[in-house]
């Protein structure tokens, strides 16, 4: 799945970031939510699976963005 099928919640595009790397918040066309962060060693998660570290005002945005 490409990025551009993806609608973003987070972020206006006026802070820092400059190249779409900033921590994220998306949602897929059937409703999943893809997370964009820092990758995170806290523990290993089981294989197949990734562990990201986002900031929690990211995630508040997102639930704004989504109504909840």
Known sequence: M?????????????????????????????GSIVVQGDVSDVFTPPQGEGLVEI?????????RALGW
């Open 2 to 30: 490409a990025r551009e099928e993806l609608t973003r919640l987070t972020g206006n595009g006026n802070g820092t970031c400059g190249e779409d790397d900033c921590p994220n918040v998306y949602r897929t066309a059937s």
């Open 55 to 63: 900031p929690e005002n990211v995630l508040r945005e997102a639930v």
